[in-house]
């Protein structure tokens, strides 16, 4: 009889399975995390400075940091430094409380009142305008301030201790990927500075004036608002009489913009200039086409620090010809604005 040999029996031979896998799993681990540090790492360079989760967790928690607040929207976030106000002005503590999108709405301005230092001897509040920051809210448009302070505790806690992580992660385009490789065929090129006093410097080029187009459109269905004027007439007097000095002027932009402005927007400067001051605000003329804007609307890094330095300079010279403030308090006190 014919015997047939039998095949070994693998079961009887003990496989190193787990050590197996474990090998496995952590050469997939570090694949995967040599794949994300190379991907991060083609990231265009558009932001430098604070991370930008960081940046606005903290300045919208602010309170009770500064003798001097500068307030409005984009314009003023991108258009005025603190670092060219402090020089010239007695303000130790300037910082810029600016947002995309924003109005002045009476959340904002309580908010504003609040980052003011109570034991500080002197305090301000400047009040950048654009026909745009006195719309008020639409059903589609809220405004950057009021979308982060829906933030919670622990978002800002998150973005305050964990803003770089949070921005290396964050999503990421082939083409941005593709820029980062080959920056010199990206068609524009714009860095953002977000510094710690609430400041964000942009330079972009090439220039583009899409802005004016798109507030062409928007002012089509969107107007000055009668209550928001009032509302910040009110809140001038009532920080006049607290012997906060208030102080308005009108952010520039463009020649394009400046018409379009007041052609569609139903701003009328004059009367909104004579009730600020009636309410014992202190107007600071401003020339609204004479800084380089990057997109028609906001002013490229070293305009913005011009504008700065001339902003500055003005105030002071306001303050040498208009030495006491009774006459501002007079004119506030006198009128019958609720607080």
């Not at 798109?214 to 009110?234: C, G, M, N, P, W």
């Not at 208030?246 to 909104?272: D, H, N, R, T």
């Not at 009774?326 to 607080?339: G, P």
Request: aromatic share 12%; glycine share 6%.
């Amino acid at each position: 009889m014919t015997v047939i040999p039998t095949q070994p029996n693998n079961a009887s031979k003990p496989r190193h399975t787990g050590r197996w896998w474990a090998e496995r799993t952590f050469a997939t681990l570090l694949l995967a995390g040599a794949m994300i540090y190379v991907m991060g790492s083609l990231r265009p360079r558009k932001d430098i400075g604070m991370y930008p989760d960081e940046f606005w967790a903290r300045k919208i928690a602010w309170e009770r940091c500064a003798d001097a607040v500068l307030t409005g929207d984009s314009r003023v976030l991108m258009g005025v430094a603190p670092q060219e106000l402090s020089p010239a002005l007695p303000y130790k503590q300037i910082r810029n409380y600016g947002f995309g999108a924003n109005w002045y709405s009476p959340e904002y301005l309580d908010a504003v009142e609040k980052m003011l230092l109570p034991e500080s001897p002197r305090k301000a509040v400047f009040m950048g305008i654009t026909p745009h920051s006195l719309t008020g809210r639409t059903n589609d448009v809220m405004g950057n301030y009021l979308e982060l302070k829906k933030m919670s505790r622990r978002d800002i806690y998150v973005a305050t201790h964990f803003g770089g992580l949070m921005y290396f992660f964050q999503p990421m385009s082939l083409r941005d990927a593709f820029h980062g490789l080959f920056p010199s065929q990206a068609p524009t090129n714009t860095i953002r500075d977000y510094r710690d006093d609430g400041w964000v410097a942009v330079h972009k080029t090439p220039l583009a004036m899409n802005e004016v187009k798109r507030y062409r459109k928007l002012f089509v269905d969107r107007h000055v608002s009668q209550e928001i004027v009032d509302t910040i007439t009110a809140y001038v007097q009532r920080w006049t009489r607290q012997g906060i000095r208030v102080y308005g002027f009108i952010m520039p932009s463009c020649k394009e913009m400046v018409q379009v402005e007041l052609e569609l927007s139903g701003f009328e400067q004059e009367a909104f200039i004579a009730a600020f001051t009636a309410a014992g605000g202190r107007w600071i003329e401003t020339n609204l086409d004479a800084y380089e804007s990057f997109d028609g609307s906001h002013l490229q890094k070293e305009a913005a620090l011009q504008f700065s330095k001339d902003l500055a300079r003005a105030v002071s010279l306001y303050e040498q010809e208009t030495p006491s403030t009774a006459t501002s308090q007079a004119k506030a006190e006198s009128l019958d604005v609720s607080d």
